[in-house]
T-cell receptor, first 111, second 111 residues
Framework: NAGVTQTPKFQVLKTGQSMTLQCAQD?????MSWYRQDPGMGLRLIHY???????DQGEVPNGYNVSRSTTEDFPLRLLSAAPSQTSVYFC??????????FGQGTRLTVV | GEDVEQSLFLSVREGDSSVINCTYT??????LYWYKQEPGAGLQLLTY?????DMKQDQRLTVLLNKKDKHLSLRIADTQTGDSAIYFC???????????FGKGTSLLVTP
């Protein structure tokens, strides 16, 4: 099993550009989520999904969209990148109430 | 929402014991987790404890749980320089899906 795979690992965007961060898991986990990690802020939940076709907002959803068309994939879209979205992004998956498995992260810089 | 609280920094000498403390929020949390994040990497599950346990030992790691005070601690015996990392405490609230993380404790191990 590959676990949770995130691509790309690094990305530089110009303000106003859009892009999609990819996340895939091969553990048949029902729950997937996206976090951003900023210095001194810990991990903040952006969006999550409890199953295919179901998504919901987390703590900091503004500026991001998600979809869950399959159990395996949970992409995160930045519609119009802003410097405030410079961060490290982590995707995670889990079974209900159990430990989360994390991807290696995407380091995004918006200039 | 309510916060999972951790101290932000801890510095110990190599060979000493480290104790990282955490106060969580949901008394109905079934599992409580400790994650480790090394520089530039994702989060890895270090250990966990069921809520019906008081203590769990796993090699150099000891987890203590005080449900009455909603206090969780992680003790690392014979701390090594390779233990330098950020340690996150996490709970699964009653909603059952999204992990609620503390802001992380940066452990620095000096020779």
């Amino acid at each position: 099993n590959a676990g949770v795979t995130q691509t790309p690992k690094f990305q530089v965007l110009k303000t106003g550009q859009s892009m999609t961060l990819q996340c895939a898991q091969d553990m048949n986990h029902e729950y997937m989520s996206w976090y951003r990690q900023d210095p001194g802020m810990g991990l903040r939940l952006i969006h999550y999904s409890v199953g295919a076709g179901i998504t919901d907002q987390g703590e900091v959803p503004n500026g991001y969209n998600v979809s869950r068309s399959t159990t395996e994939d949970f992409p995160l879209r930045l519609l119009s990148a802003a410097p405030s979205q410079t961060s490290v992004y982590f995707c995670a998956s889990s079974l209900r109430g159990r430990e989360a498995f994390f991807g290696q992260g995407t380091r995004l810089t918006v200039v | 929402g309510e916060d999972v609280e951790q101290s932000l920094f801890l510095s110990v000498r190599e060979g000493d014991s480290s104790v990282i403390n955490c106060t969580y929020t949901d008394s109905s949390s079934t599992y409580l987790y400790w994650y480790k994040q090394e520089p530039g990497a994702g989060l890895q599950l270090l250990t966990y404890i069921f809520s019906n346990m008081d203590m769990k030992q796993d090699q150099r790691l000891t987890v203590l749980l005080n449900k009455k005070d909603k206090h969780l601690s992680l003790r690392i015996a014979d701390t090594q320089t390779g233990d330098s990392a950020i340690y996150f405490c996490a709970e699964v609230p009653n909603s059952g899906y999204a992990l609620n993380f503390g802001k992380g404790t940066s452990l620095l191990v000096t020779p």
